[in-house]
């Protein structure tokens, strides 16, 4: 892979470290994890994120430090150890608290709040899905909006929740068009879906259902027909409901 010859080619001109170039050779680590998590090697991502994390305490970086953790939890939370991932987020939300760096904030609040709607506790995850956005409204960053307003939204899903839920992931998914962010369209799609099947607005989740599918399919080539069949049926089924109401309205009219 042409970026990881890049970075590696990087780390090895700045050998030996020292406290000019640490910070490039951090860079050079964070851009090997990110590739190396991009290609599902975890233990290899791991392995240079930690090499980030002893860089921060060697240099005294607190930024640094809960930037590399921040990543490490993202990490954990990819590979679906979301019992690890938690410690370890929490261990950086407190680095970035306690030294004001809010740079990683919104990562790591919106790592604990997925971590804690996968292990099936929403109400938990809900303090941090909303402090994600708050951080990310506070920074005025695009890019973090779109993430913390569709992990809040899906928190509401799986509280059950579905009309918040939907304002906040029609919220995310407006900004997320304006940038082009595929995955983040995709996800809003999903949640969108479950959001509008919750509030028995089936033609409106059949529509995002099979938005979703589309990207799926071109990104995965291939998604099941199952749960697309399942809204579709409900959907008829509500219009037939609604078709029968009319009817008898007519009737007891006559």
């Given at each position: 892979?042409?970026?990881?010859?890049?970075?590696?080619?990087?780390?090895?001109?700045?050998?030996?470290?020292?406290?000019?170039?640490?910070?490039?050779?951090?860079?050079?680590?964070?851009?090997?994890?990110?590739?190396?998590?991009?290609?599902?090697?975890?233990?290899?991502?791991?392995?240079?994120?930690?090499?980030?994390?002893?860089?921060?305490?060697?240099y005294h970086n607190p930024s640094l430090q809960a930037n590399?953790?921040?990543?490490?939890?993202?990490?954990?939370?990819?590979?679906?150890?979301?019992?690890?991932?938690?410690?370890?987020?929490?261990?950086?939300?407190?680095?970035?608290?306690?030294?004001?760096?809010?740079?990683?904030?919104?990562?790591?609040?919106?790592?604990?709040?997925?971590?804690?709607?996968?292990?099936?506790?929403?109400?938990?995850?809900?303090?941090?899905?909303?402090?994600?956005?708050?951080?990310?409204?506070?920074?005025?960053?695009?890019?973090e909006m779109i993430s913390a307003n569709y992990v809040l939204?899906?928190?509401?899903?799986?509280?059950?929740?579905?009309?918040?839920?939907?304002?906040?992931?029609?919220?995310?998914?407006?900004?997320?068009?304006?940038?082009?962010?595929?995955?983040?369209?995709?996800?809003?799609?999903?949640?969108?879906?479950?959001?509008?099947?919750?509030?028995?607005?089936?033609?409106?989740?059949?529509?995002?259902?099979?938005?979703?599918?589309?990207?799926?399919d071109s990104l995965l080539g291939g998604e099941s027909a199952?749960?697309?069949?399942?809204?579709?049926?409900?959907?008829?089924?509500?219009?037939?409901?609604?078709?029968?109401?009319?009817?008898?309205?007519?009737?007891?009219?006559?």
């Open positions: 892979d042409s970026a990881s010859t890049w970075y590696i080619k990087a780390a090895e001109v700045l050998a030996p470290v020292d406290s000019v170039n640490y910070s490039t050779l951090a860079v050079s680590y964070l851009g090997l994890g990110a590739v190396a998590a991009r290609l599902s090697n975890f233990e290899r991502g791991l392995v240079y994120f930690n090499r980030v994390e002893a860089l921060a305490l060697d590399a953790v921040s990543c490490k939890a993202t990490l954990l939370g990819d590979e679906e150890k979301y019992d690890e991932a938690v410690p370890v987020a929490l261990r950086g939300l407190a680095i970035a608290q306690e030294t004001g760096e809010n740079n990683s904030i919104t990562a790591l609040a919106g790592t604990l709040a997925i971590c804690y709607i996968k292990l099936g506790k929403p109400e938990q995850a809900l303090a941090y899905s909303k402090m994600a956005l708050k951080n990310a409204l506070d920074r005025h960053s695009a890019n939204g899906y928190n509401y899903v799986e509280l059950k929740q579905y009309k918040i839920a939907k304002d906040y992931l029609l919220a995310g998914l407006e900004l997320a068009e304006k940038n082009n962010e595929v995955d983040n369209i995709t996800n809003a799609y999903g949640q969108l879906a479950s959001a509008y099947e919750g509030l028995g607005l089936y033609k409106e989740a059949l529509l995002y259902r099979n938005k979703y599918s589309d990207i799926r199952g749960r697309i069949a399942e809204v579709e049926t409900k959907y008829r089924v509500a219009q037939k409901d609604k078709e029968l109401a009319q009817k008898d309205k007519v009737l007891l009219q006559n």
